[in-house]
């Protein structure tokens, strides 16, 4: 049951350090987190229905993820040369 605090606990500081809309989908990660854990620890009974609930959740929180990462990519500037990283030194008369 401990574990299950510590990752609770962890899930809203991260929560509250990346706050922006993804606040449902970590959410719903970290109930399936604890419906699993629930499962390996406390040899809870599973059933169909629970594994289709954690199955779906899961996949949307991966599709919510790669929508996201593709939305900041497009964003992103697209060039083909590599930034320019040269320090120029400046010669003293």
Sequence with gaps: MTCCHFVAHDT???VYMFLDNSV???G???TCIVFIGGIAFF???VDLKNILGITLTMIGVLLYTYVQLRGQEAKQPKSNQAPNLELK???KV
């Design 28 to 30: 719903y990660f970290k």
């Design 89 to 91: 030194v400046q010669e």
């Design 12 to 14: 809203h500081l991260y």
């Design 24 to 26: 449902n989908v970590l």
């Design 43 to 45: 040899d809870t009974s």
